[in-house]
């Protein structure tokens, strides 16, 4: 199952993507993100953990405004493309 990063504030995110069978991990750095497939953030603050200078593949989604469902949604479609 992809991995995907989620901030440490989105608990009800995190949970929702476990749920789903997702192995979620804790964005605590860059090299957090570095090892995902997928990185929720919480939109919140603006470049949180300089993730948008790493040099990384995968998708960074904004939590902010959705529901955890939505947040879902958005990882799974990221994953598949």
């Known amino acids: 199952m992809p991995k995907v990063g989620v901030e440490p504030s989105l608990k009800d995110v995190e949970q929702a993507l476990q749920a789903k069978g997702y192995d979620v991990i804790s964005l605590q750095n860059q090299e957090d993100a570095a090892q995902c497939d997928c990185c929720v953030v919480s939109g919140q603050q603006e470049n949180m953990m300089g993730i948008q200078d790493t040099n990384?593949?995968?998708?960074?989604?904004?939590?902010?405004?959705?529901?955890?469902?939505?947040?879902c949604e958005r990882v799974e479609q990221s994953i598949k493309h």
């Open 56 to 71: 990384t593949q995968s998708a960074v989604i904004s939590a902010q405004g959705l529901t955890a469902n939505e947040v």
